[in-house]
């Protein structure tokens, strides 16, 4: 069973940046979709942003122009660029990559603490 495995996460000052890393145990096939979610204690799982294999982008609006996915399919990674962090982005962050088959990874999250 292929497992995802991210990094990069931490406690960082308001304003600050941190690079979040996801990297697939083993090799996904015909991957459709990669992206990262959040969850904050007391709330549900979020979208933050997400790339398609053809190198679409999408995020939410609450860090647009902030944060910056990257990724290379042929490495199974998934990369996120956060600048101009918020206590606001306080919360556990997920990387999850989807295949064409429906089938969904997820990783086991990396602690994100936006705090002075």
């Known amino acids: 069973q292929v497992q995802l495995v991210e990094s990069g996460g931490g406690l960082v000052q308001p304003g600050g940046s941190l690079r979040l890393s996801c990297a697939a145990s083993g090799i996904i096939y015909n991957i459709n979709a990669m992206g990262w979610y959040r969850q904050a204690p007391g709330r549900q799982r979020e979208l933050v942003a997400t790339?398609?294999?053809?190198?679409?982008?999408n995020y939410a609006d609450s860090v647009k122009g902030r944060f910056t996915i990257s990724g290379a399919n042929f490495k199974n990674t998934v990369y996120l660029q956060m600048n101009s962090l918020k206590p606001e982005d306080t919360a556990v962050y997920y990387c999850?990559?989807?295949?064409?088959?429906?089938?969904?990874?997820w990783g086991q999250g990396t602690q994100v603490t936006v705090s002075s």
């Open positions: 790339i398609t294999s053809g190198g679409s982008t």
């Open positions: 999850n990559i989807k295949t064409t088959w429906s089938t969904s990874y």
